[in-house]
């Protein structure tokens, strides 16, 4: 199972998903997700109201996601990751460091378009855009 980003999801609710992204989906049996995408899905469609949209994203994660939370081990590794690539000079959003957090905890890989977001994080980073 991969954890899911943000990117992966929205590009999954679009009426005409990327093909490729359609084809790697259907060989994923279920997806993994970190409470933060939900937040930022649900953030996106407080703004932009969508009945389609949050039928499709209700599906999605009701029949293809597990869902982790942000516990207390996923904000500790979360926060000092952050603030290890910070002192290196490279600054990363605290959405992204709890969703690399969570794939840490759980032994997950990060499958993402934006591939540079998770750079040394230490975890093993999938773009499923690429074939």
Do not use: K
């Not at 359609?22 to 703004?47: D, K, N």
């Not at 516990?71 to 992204?96: K, N």
């Amino acid at each position: 199972m991969l954890l899911v980003d943000t990117n992966v999801l929205s590009e999954l609710m679009r009426p005409r998903p990327a093909p490729v992204l359609v084809r790697w989906a259907a060989a994923q049996a279920r997806f993994a997700l970190s409470v933060v995408t939900i937040e930022e899905v649900e953030f996106g469609l407080a703004l932009r109201r969508s009945a389609r949209l949050e039928a499709v994203f209700e599906a999605l994660l009701t029949e293809h996601c597990t869902v982790f939370d942000v516990t207390v081990g996923v904000a500790r590794r979360s926060a000092a990751l952050r603030a290890t690539l910070r002192t290196g000079g490279r600054t990363r959003t605290q959405a992204d460091m709890l969703i690399a957090g969570t794939a840490a905890e759980h032994g997950l890989a990060v499958a993402t378009r934006n591939v540079r977001d998770f750079d040394g994080c230490g975890v093993r980073v999938v773009n499923p855009f690429v074939a």
